[in-house]
């Protein structure tokens, strides 16, 4: 069965201090791995798609990793408005749509 | 309009109640999904259909029917619920899978459904 972890559960951070978000996978034929991001009571919003080890993604302040087990999100130079909670999921090899999604982490950016 | 969007946004039901939720999407996508969000849970997914027939069901209760009448339009009709269903439901879209790259996900704001 495939699984995601993500950590930590939530992160606390000054503004402008950069850190990064880890999600640990396992998965049964990688097809893509997936960073989305969500806002309180909203729907998550799409972010990046990684495909193979060693990929790279940016967009703005964020650039997400991509290894044989695990995807780091790093967050440069945070600023409040990044505060959400980030979402990993991650697409088999399977014959049919299924993606599994991690719980998250919450992401709070401190002025 | 553009995306996925869900209505209503917010429901409140009683348990002896039916009602329905709608998903359109406007992205050209050929997959379509509802997803479960609780609190402190990862999504669970509830239904996919892929070229509007339903690939997978979950395990999810008959208290749950989904209806797809084309590939842009999603229902979820809803009857004699439990307050353990209270969530949030979430429509999403897709490609349908195709090669061997995975095919991104794009979903609607939600529905915030209480059963009381």
């Known amino acids: 069965e495939d699984q995601v972890t993500q950590s930590p559960e939530a992160l606390r951070l000054q503004e402008g201090e950069s850190s990064s978000l880890n999600c640990s996978y396992t998965v049964s034929g990688l097809r893509g791995l997936f960073w989305y991001r969500q806002d309180p009571g909203k729907g998550p919003e799409f972010l990046f798609t990684l495909y193979s080890a060693g990929e790279e993604k940016e967009k703005e302040r964020l650039k997400a990793t991509l290894t044989k087990k695990e995807s780091f999100l790093h967050i440069t130079a945070p600023k409040p408005e990044d505060s959400a909670t980030y979402l990993c999921?991650?697409?088999?090899?399977?014959?049919?749509?299924?993606?599994?999604f991690g719980i998250g982490t919450k992401l709070q950016v401190i002025p | 309009e553009t995306g996925v969007t869900q209505t209503p946004r917010h429901l409140v039901m009683g348990m002896t109640n039916k009602k329905s939720l709608k998903c359109e999407q406007h992205l050209g996508h050929n997959a379509m999904y509802w997803y479960k969000q609780s609190a402190k849970k990862p999504l669970e997914l509830m239904f996919v259909?892929?070229?509007?027939?339903?690939?997978e069901n979950n395990s999810v209760p008959s208290r749950f029917s989904p209806e797809c009448p084309n590939s842009s339009h999603l229902f979820l009709h809803l009857h004699t619920l439990q307050p353990e269903d209270s969530a949030l439901y979430l429509c999403?879209?897709?490609?349908?899978?195709?090669?061997?790259?995975?095919?991104?996900?794009?979903f609607g704001e939600g529905s915030w459904l209480t059963v009381v």
């Open positions: 999921a991650v697409q088999n090899s399977g014959g049919y749509q299924k993606v599994t």
């Open positions: 999403a879209s897709s490609q349908a899978r195709t090669g061997v790259s995975g095919n991104t996900i794009y």
């Open positions: 259909y892929s070229l509007e027939e339903r690939v």
